[in-house]
């Protein structure tokens, strides 16, 4: 037992552990009272594994503690079973809300001040947590120099870091490889499988009718290859995945075995002349639901159901693995790349507008400054630089134009399959006077990928721009056939309402653009068109108040503006674009 002695300095050499809450002022401000509760359950939870383990709580800090052990290996054990049941009582959170510790441990020399401790040794703690990934454990050289070979875990070696007020550098080591932590005495790899990595389990057959057996086997397989043309997407094989057909799984051992992170499952049930299908998407890592779907009408033709249900289902999967992987991406501490990119590709299916574009280009380049070469970075830039020119919210629509055209060449010279660039491209030229060309590379796109649906409204696009508005609905319909929730519904109604006023269908025009606008909102160049067709047909005050909405998203929109930027000279199209000049001038768009 220590005796104080007067004068003395006390000190020892101990495992010093410092834990706090990763973005513990964000949850506050979502939620002050149930953070706070949350934060207070979980403690009772954790503080009995400081004691199974033979700590000490020193003190606590808001949200953080610092723990004192006799030995390393009882803290690095601790830190460990903390990390595991956290991921077990956060498994049914939202990640947005779910409360992520990060653990710093250090071997070190302290001071003795009452029950407080002092010194480099608890400081050193303090900096390793704070470089920890949220729900990860980082350890001191000292610290893993007594510990290695002596916990079923494996390290992996960060380096040496320089920590904040620190003299020398600590060579520093994550538990887990690249930091990952423990469950159930498994090392977890989260972070090692691929981005979009996803497994299809083939779907079971409700009710066991073996004639139905092929068509439910025929979707699984279908989706397995359709899922395999999104861009970046890793899809394990049907050979594999079907050795998983009529067994029970466990989701996140099936996501260790397989490393993806994603599982696809269903079910297709048929009654009397209605046939359903159901798909689910779990996450692999926490078996939490991500998205669900139903897929339900009357039986037609068997494989033209079996090739509708897997286009839907193959969009809307795209626009939901793009949307879970941009929350990986927010909460990682070192985003890589396609991290940045997903995040970007969420904030442009977000919506149309220049504040949700412009994000998502900061994105993409951030993308592009780590990974030069990223070819779905560009792409990404290139979609940017196109809605920018084509929605008439920038002066400089033709440099956006030219600029996105410049990158999106350089992508086919280096991907020439890339199914989504072609679009892209096709995108550039149909704005740019070259609507032919337009419809030939949407062509080689559908080639390449039956399911881009945008593809299909492009060539519609295109059509109205050629004075060919009598065949533009057919191929908005086709466009809604594969993709009904399309993140782009509200320009492919538009598209049929311009179409509808170049017929001389003004009603028509107005409903289908009105249709356009309640799908969204804050697509700011859709108001003006339908101001100009309301005042079309006498309706002067909603045509205004229609304006003025679309002028508080976009300021800076004028008839000016407009007019600089017509995409065709055609002279069927070139007489209703005029109409809408004066259209919009009497519902009050300013001349600019």
């Known amino acids: 037992m220590e005796q104080n002695q007067p004068g003395r300095v006390v000190r020892r050499l101990a495992a010093i552990v410092a834990a706090d ?15 706070a509760r949350t934060l207070r359950e979980h403690r009772k939870v954790t503080d009995a594994l400081v004691t199974k383990h033979g700590g000490r709580l020193v003190k606590t800090t808001g949200d953080g503690v610092l723990l004192e052990f006799p030995s390393v290996v009882d803290a690095v054990e601790c830190a460990m079973a903390v990390q595991t049941v956290m991921v077990r009582r956060n498994e ?54 007594q510990v290695r070979g002596k916990v079923p875990v494996e390290f992996a070696d960060l380096g040496d870091q320089i920590l904040k007020n620190i003299a020398r550098p600590i060579r520093a080591y994550a538990v887990g490889p690249n930091g990952n932590h423990i469950i159930d005495g498994v090392v977890q790899l989260p972070s090692s499988a691929p981005h979009l990595s996803l497994v299809v389990l083939p779907f079971a ?3 066991g009718d073996p004639e139905q057996e092929y068509f439910v086997d025929g979707v699984t397989e279908s989706l397995t290859t359709d899922l395999s043309r999104i861009n970046g997407a890793f899809v394990i094989a049907r050979n594999t995945a079907f050795t998983f057909k ?8 099936l996501g260790r075995e397989l490393n993806v ?6 079910s297709v049930q048929r009654g009397d002349n209605r046939l359903r299908v159901n798909a689910q998407l779990i ?32 969009n809307a999967l795209d626009a939901e693995l793009i949307a879970a992987e941009a929350r990986r991406g927010e909460c990682s501490l070192r985003p890589d790349a396609m991290d940045l990119v997903f995040q970007g590709s969420s904030w442009f299916n977000k919506g149309q507008t220049p504040d949700c574009l412009i994000r998502a280009r900061g994105f993409f380049e951030k993308a592009l400054v780590l990974d030069p070469g990223n070819i779905e970075a560009m792409v990404g830039l290139a979609r940017v630089n196109t809605s920018l020119g084509a929605s008439f919210m920038t002066d400089d629509y033709s440099a956006r134009l030219a600029a996105a055209e410049t990158t999106i060449m350089r992508v086919l010279s280096l991907a020439p399959n890339h199914a989504l660039a072609h679009v892209t491209l096709g995108n550039t030229q149909i704005f740019t006077k070259r609507g032919a060309q337009g419809i030939a590379e949407c062509q080689q796109a559908l080639a390449l990928d039956r399911n881009l649906a945008r593809a299909h409204a492009l060539i519609g696009l295109a059509k109205f721009f050629l004075g060919r508005g009598a065949e533009t609905e057919t191929h908005i319909n086709e466009a809604f056939r594969l993709s009904p929730r399309d ?3 509200a320009r492919w109604m538009a598209y049929v309402g311009l179409a509808k006023a170049q017929l001389g269908a003004d ?82 768009v300013p001349e600019g």
């Open 92 to 145: 049914a959170v939202p990640q947005e809300q779910r409360m992520l510790f990060r653990i710093g441990i250090n071997l070190g020399d302290i001071l003795i001040e009452g029950d407080d401790i002092l010194g480099d040794g608890v400081n050193i703690a303090a900096r390793l947590e704070g470089i920890a990934e949220p729900g990860g454990i980082c350890i001191s050289s000292s610290a893993y120099e």
């Open 246 to 253: 009529g067994k029970a799984v466990d989701v996140r051992k």
């Open 21 to 35: 809450v990763a973005g513990y002022s964000r949850l506050m401000g979502l939620d002050e009272v149930g953070t």
């Open 487 to 489: 993140t782009y519904t």
């Open 507 to 588: 009603d028509e025009a107005v409903i289908w653009m009105r249709r356009g606008l309640d799908a969204n909102r804050n697509h700011s160049f859709a108001h003006f068109p339908l101001g100009a067709a309301l005042a079309w047909i006498g309706e002067l005050d909603q045509a205004r108040a229609t304006v003025q909405a679309g002028l508080a998203l976009d300021p800076s929109f004028t008839i000016c503006r407009f007019r600089a930027h017509v995409p065709s000279d055609n002279p069927v199209f070139l007489a209703v674009h005029e109409r809408l000049v004066e259209g919009m001038r009497l519902a009050g």
């Open 283 to 314: 996450d692999a890592e926490t078996s939490n639901h991500l998205w669900a779907e139903r897929f339900d009408k009357p039986i037609a033709d068997l494989f033209e159901m079996q090739d509708e249900i897997v286009s839907r289902l193959a």
């Open 205 to 207: 057959n409700i009710g």
């Open 261 to 266: 992170r994603y599982v696809l499952e269903g």
